[in-house]
């Protein structure tokens, strides 16, 4: 993936937030994230605030137009009725990847495989309206801003698949792994300072993300600061800044290295270059809201329990 498109996705990601949860409206109602309710039998409404979607009867025939969206398909057990995702849509590696576009989403495209639910992660290019006029139902899964968020969308997609149950399972597996990861941080007066870089262009992450509410939970707090989420730093303020803790999530888009970054101009001063606390992430898992949450959480709680807590004041 090239910066530019890496960009591109960040910002698409902080465009979407406020999208609704499900088709036919959009609303910051707290309604918005309510979890649906139900056996698992059909037909089956999951309510968006003010706006809702009713699916009449179990899908057989689901298109997946965002890797979340895969990922939380087939980890609720509805992975059986995914006959096609798009091409972005690379985990599990089973998933019936196709050429259909989750960004630029072609109706007609999307029609060729006869779904009878799509899930997407934004509405895009109509796509809501136009499958509506096909007798489509979708459900829209936008980015989350909370882990809670996401135990709902986790929730719905059960809900929409027939899978109410399994999904419920997710979600408390989910809680009880990063509950343990948590009680097993040490205790910290201050927290370590970190720097997330999403490409080699110094583009960053504040507290106010998705993933910078999880590096919150874990201990740490962004150098990035400010109105813009995803600001782009310049090196004068990151080694400025001296963050504890180096995150590099553009390993595989740009082919940064914790050796790269050692050889960027007065980078080898950095404390956490010093330490060897430069660590390469998943970029896919780091930029994804869906139940592999738990594998960056375990990673990151990990490399944090590793740094001896500085010992209290007399």
Same mark, same amino acid.
Not at 79 to 101: F, K
Not at 135 to 141: N, Q, S
């Given at each position: 993936?090239?910066?530019?498109?890496?960009?591109?996705?960040?910002?698409?990601?902080?465009?979407?937030?406020?999208?609704?949860?499900?088709?036919?409206?959009?609303?910051?109602?707290?309604?918005?994230?309510?979890?649906?309710?139900?056996?698992?039998?059909?037909?089956?409404?999951?309510?968006?605030?003010?706006?809702?979607?009713?699916?009449?009867?179990?899908?057989?025939?689901?298109?997946?137009?965002?890797?979340?969206?895969?990922?939380?398909?087939?980890?609720?057990?509805?992975?059986?009725?995914?006959?096609?995702?798009?091409?972005?849509?690379?985990?599990?590696?089973?998933?019936?990847?196709?050429?259909?576009?989750?960004?630029? +989403?072609?109706? #007609?495209?999307? *029609?060729? @495989?006869?779904?009878? &639910?799509?899930? !997407?992660?934004?509405?895009?290019? =109509?796509?809501?309206?136009?499958?509506?006029?096909?007798?489509?139902?979708?459900?829209?899964?936008?980015?989350?801003?909370?882990?809670?968020?996401?135990?709902?969308?986790?929730?719905?997609?059960?809900?929409?698949?027939?899978?109410?149950?399994?999904?419920?399972?997710?979600?408390?597996?989910?809680?009880?792994?990063?509950?343990?990861?948590?009680?097993?941080? +040490?205790?910290? #007066?201050?927290? *370590?300072? @970190?720097?997330?870089? &999403?490409?080699? !262009?110094?583009?960053?992450?504040? =507290?106010?993300?998705?993933?910078?509410?999880?590096?919150?939970?874990?201990?740490?707090?962004?150098?990035?600061?400010?109105?813009?989420?995803?600001?782009?730093?310049?090196?004068?303020?990151?080694?400025?800044?001296?963050?504890?803790?180096?995150?590099?999530?553009?390993?595989?888009?740009?082919?940064?290295?914790?050796?790269?970054?050692?050889?960027?101009?007065?980078?080898?001063?950095?404390?956490?270059?010093?330490?060897?606390?430069?660590?390469?992430?998943?970029?896919?898992?780091?930029?994804?809201?869906?139940?592999?949450?738990?594998?960056?959480?375990?990673?990151?709680?990990?490399?944090?329990?590793?740094?001896?807590?500085?010992?209290?004041?007399?």
């Amino acid at each position: 993936m090239t910066p530019h498109l890496r960009r591109g996705l960040v910002f698409v990601l902080a465009a979407i937030v406020t999208t609704a949860a499900a088709c036919g409206t959009s609303t910051d109602s707290p309604e918005a994230h309510s979890p649906p309710t139900g056996d698992g039998a059909f037909p089956v409404t999951i309510g968006t605030g003010d706006g809702s979607v009713t699916i009449e009867s179990r899908p057989e025939s689901v298109v997946s137009l965002g890797p979340t969206a895969t990922e939380m398909l087939y980890a609720v057990g509805a992975g059986d009725q995914v006959v096609a995702v798009d091409d972005r849509s690379d985990y599990p590696e089973n998933a019936p990847r196709t050429a259909l576009s989750g960004y630029t +989403p072609n109706v #007609e495209a999307v *029609l060729g @495989y006869e779904p009878d &639910l799509v899930v !997407t992660t934004e509405d895009s290019a =109509d796509l809501v309206s136009g499958l509506a006029t096909a007798r489509v139902p979708t459900l829209v899964l936008p980015a989350a801003q909370t882990l809670d968020d996401v135990y709902v969308q986790i929730e719905q997609v059960g809900a929409a698949t027939g899978h109410v149950g399994d999904a419920a399972e997710v979600v408390a597996g989910m809680q009880t792994d990063i509950a343990e990861i948590l009680d097993g941080l +040490p205790d910290r #007066e201050v927290p *370590l300072t @970190y720097y997330h870089e &999403l490409d080699d !262009t110094y583009f960053s992450v504040t =507290d106010a993300t998705f993933i910078g509410g999880i590096y919150s939970m874990l201990g740490l707090r962004s150098i990035a600061e400010g109105p813009d989420a995803y600001p782009q730093l310049s090196a004068e303020f990151i080694l400025q800044a001296d963050p504890d803790v180096i995150f590099l999530a553009d390993g595989q888009c740009c082919g940064v290295t914790p050796e790269t970054v050692a050889e960027r101009a007065g980078w080898p001063e950095l404390t956490a270059v010093r330490e060897g606390r430069v660590f390469v992430l998943d970029e896919d898992v780091a930029s994804r809201w869906g139940p592999r949450v738990v594998d960056l959480m375990r990673e990151v709680g990990g490399i944090v329990a590793a740094i001896p807590a500085a010992a209290p004041a007399p």
